[in-house]
Nanobody, 125 residues
Framework: QVQLVESGGGLVQAGGSLRLSCAASGRTFSSSVMGWFRQTPGKEREFVGA????????YYTHSVKGRFTISRDNAKSTVYLQMNSLKPEDTAVYYC??????????????????WGQGTQVTVSS
């Protein structure tokens, strides 16, 4: 069992930055692929990026590549999403998720076993 708690969301102006954190409890964090997703009302949950268990491998959706960075600290059981050059279209509830049996870096939400409660990010223009 893995429990995930996101923090760090808030209101920021376009062009600004935020760093989201996702603290995990459970023994499988260090061997799990961690993903970030986001969702706006009326839309499906969208893949943002993922990081492998070692932190070496990352993958991002095209719209955030070069602006967002995912990192992890296995000693602290925490994964981070650094968001720079934020745009109004980045406004969403952001979720972290853990995939305990993944091969590679899954982009589909059904491949993730555990989810946090989400944190709101609002980017004003």
């Amino acid at each position: 069992q893995v429990q995930l708690v996101e923090s760090g969301g808030g209101l920021v102006q376009a062009g600004g930055s935020l760093r989201l954190s996702c603290a995990a409890s459970g023994r499988t964090f260090s061997s799990s692929v961690m993903g970030w997703f986001r969702q706006t009302p009326g839309k499906e949950r969208e893949f943002v990026g993922a990081i492998g268990w070692s932190g070496t491998n990352t993958y991002y959706t095209h719209s955030v590549k070069g602006r967002f960075t995912i990192s992890r600290d296995n000693a602290k059981s925490t994964v981070y999403l650094q968001m720079n050059s934020l745009k109004p279209e980045d406004t969403a509830v952001y979720y972290c998720a853990a995939s305990t049996g993944a091969l590679g870096l899954p982009v589909d939400s059904y491949r993730y076993d555990y989810w946090g409660q989400g944190t709101q990010v609002t980017v004003s223009s």
